[in-house]
């Protein structure tokens, strides 16, 4: 697939479209499934920044009856100008509409830094690429990380795409969650 902003608009309506089609209580399920799947992510790590799901995104908030947020920052992206900072939250009722219509914290930026940053995207492939909306927020902060910090990209399983225009500065996730596998993607991949 040619890399072109043509390529990556049709790509983005695809998968949109396809998520489109999910039931609802299709959603519920595979989201369970997906967050059963990152739970061993997340007690290895110690700070977490996760993200308030869109309504085509899977729900984060069913990872809140496990207990895992004890003893952990929990922190939560929200968009300061053109750049993509986090903040903390103690739970999902202290995140209030932002821009985009996206839940973010109403707490300013935090020095914390996260040891793993669940990330979203509209699709992956197996070798840890992502397309985004198409602003580049993510790829921009998680370039700027430190390497040790684990990133995952978190998605249904329909958002797998084998042939994913990658540009260089797209940034690679090192793990992709899916309600199906948990895919670890090699450094060299």
């Given at each position: 697939?040619?890399?072109?902003?043509?390529?990556?608009?049709?790509?983005?309506?695809?998968?949109?479209?396809?998520?489109?089609?999910?039931?609802?209580?299709?959603?519920?399920?595979?989201?369970?499934?997906?967050?059963?799947?990152?739970?061993?992510?997340?007690?290895?790590?110690?700070?977490?920044?996760?993200?308030?799901?869109?309504?085509?995104?899977?729900?984060?908030?069913?990872?809140?009856?496990?207990?895992?947020?004890?003893?952990?920052?929990?922190?939560?992206?929200?968009?300061?100008?053109?750049?993509?900072t986090?903040?903390?939250?103690?739970?999902?009722?202290?995140?209030?509409?932002?821009?985009?219509?996206?839940?973010?914290?109403?707490?300013?930026?935090?020095?914390?830094?996260?040891?793993?940053?669940?990330?979203?995207?509209?699709?992956?492939?197996?070798?840890g690429?992502?397309?985004?909306?198409?602003?580049?927020?993510?790829?921009?902060?998680l370039?700027?990380?430190?390497?040790?910090?684990?990133?995952?990209?978190?998605?249904?399983?329909?958002?797998?795409?084998?042939?994913?225009?990658?540009?260089?500065?797209?940034?690679?996730?090192?793990?992709?969650?899916?309600e199906?596998?948990?895919?670890?993607?090699t450094?060299?991949?």
């Amino acid at each position: 697939m040619a890399i072109t902003p043509i390529a990556k608009a049709h790509l983005r309506r695809k998968v949109r479209a396809a998520l489109k089609q999910m039931p609802a209580e299709d959603r519920h399920a595979r989201s369970l499934a997906i967050c059963e799947r990152l739970i061993p992510f997340i007690r290895r790590a110690g700070n977490v920044a996760l993200f308030a799901p869109r309504p085509d995104e899977p729900d984060l908030k069913l990872l809140d009856s496990s207990g895992l947020w004890i003893g952990r920052a929990v922190l939560f992206p929200r968009l300061d100008g053109s750049t993509l900072t986090f903040a903390p939250a103690h739970n999902w009722a202290e995140l209030q509409p932002g821009k985009f219509g996206l839940l973010t914290p109403v707490r300013p930026a935090s020095s914390l830094a996260p040891h793993l940053v669940l990330v979203p995207g509209l699709a992956f492939n197996r070798r840890g690429d992502r397309l985004g909306r198409g602003a580049g927020f993510y790829d921009r902060y998680l370039a700027g990380l430190d390497p040790v910090v684990v990133t995952v990209g978190v998605a249904f399983h329909l958002q797998l795409i084998d042939d994913l225009p990658r540009e260089a500065h797209d940034f690679r996730v090192r793990a992709v969650v899916t309600e199906q596998e948990t895919i670890r993607v090699t450094r060299n991949a």
